[in-house]
T-cell receptor, first 113, second 112 residues
C-alpha cells in the first residue's frame, strides 16, 4: 500500500518549456513535503519543500504546489534545462515524527535540447 | 565539509555472510537514517535514529541491525545476507525534525 505515488514513471520535455511532475499521497497525517533530484550513481539531493500550512513555495525556476483537499502536489520547472534531466522523487513526512520520509517511486525527467 | 559519507561504495557478498555498511556525518546532526532503493521503486526506510543511543525500526527493518553510539556514526549491519537484500543503500541525516535531510552517495550491495 503505497502512501506516496508518482504515477508517471517518465516525462519528456523540450528545453525552455515547463516540466510538471505530479505526486499523490493518501496519509492525511503528512504535513511536510519535499522534492529530491537524483542523478545516476549519486545520492538524492534536496530540491524544494513545502509545509502543509502553505499551498505554494517558489525557489528560482522551481515551484511546488500543494492541494491538501486533493492530497496532491506538483513540481513545476520553468524553463526546463537539459541539466534538469534526472529522476525526481516526491517525499512526505510527519513533523516531529523522527523526520522519516516516505518516498514515491520517482519520475524520470528528460529535457531535450 | 564532507557531509554524509558512506563506505564501502560497492560490495559483493555471498548468501549468509555478514557485513557492516558505514555511515558518518560531520554536520552534528541529531537525526540519522538508512534507506534502501530497489529498481523502479522509491527509497524505503530501514532504521532511523533521533540521537545517540536511540534507534527505531522503519518500514523494512528485517535482516538489519543498527546502533548509534556517537552522534557522527550510524552503521547498518546485515546479519546474514540474502539475495533479497541486493539493493542500493542510502544513509541520511538532518539537524532535527522538519529540517532538510541530506543523503550520502549510496552503497551498492549485491548478494549472490
Amino acid at each position: 500500500d503505497q502512501q506516496v505515488k508518482q504515477n508517471s514513471p517518465s516525462l519528456s520535455v523540450q528545453e525552455g518549456r515547463i516540466s510538471i511532475l505530479n505526486c499523490d499521497y493518501t496519509n492525511s497525517m503528512f504535513d511536510y513535503f519535499l522534492w529530491y533530484k537524483k542523478y545516476p550513481a549519486e545520492g538524492p539531493t534536496f530540491l524544494i519543500s513545502i509545509s502543509s500550512i502553505k499551498d505554494k513555495n517558489e525557489d528560482g525556476r522551481f515551484t511546488v504546489f500543494l492541494n491538501k483537499s486533493a492530497k496532491h502536489l506538483s513540481l513545476h520547472i520553468v524553463p526546463s534545462q537539459p541539466g534538469d534531466s534526472a529522476v525526481y522523487f516526491c517525499a512526505a513526512s510527519v513533523t516531529n515524527a523522527g523526520n522519516m520520509l516516505t518516498f514515491g517511486g520517482g519520475t524520470r525527467l528528460m529535457v531535450k535540447p | 565539509n564532507a557531509g554524509v559519507t558512506q563506505t564501502p561504495k560497492f560490495q559483493v557478498l555471498k548468501t549468509g555472510q555478514s557485513m557492516t555498511l558505514q555511515c558518518a556525518q560531520d554536520m552534528n546532526h541529531e537525526y540519522m537514517s538508512w534507506y534502501r532503493q530497489d529498481p523502479g521503486m522509491g527509497l524505503r526506510l530501514i532504521h532511523y535514529s533521533v540521537g545517540a543511543g536511540i534507534t527505531d525500526q522503519g518500514e523494512v527493518p528485517n535482516g538489519y541491525n543498527v546502533s548509534r553510539s556517537t552522534t557522527e556514526d550510524f552503521p547498518l549491519r546485515l546479519l546474514s545476507a540474502a539475495p533479497s537484500q541486493t539493493s542500493v543503500y542510502f544513509c541520511a541525516s538532518s539537524r532535527s525534525s522538519g529540517n532538510t535531510i541530506y543523503f550520502g552517495e549510496g552503497s551498492w550491495l549485491t548478494v549472490v
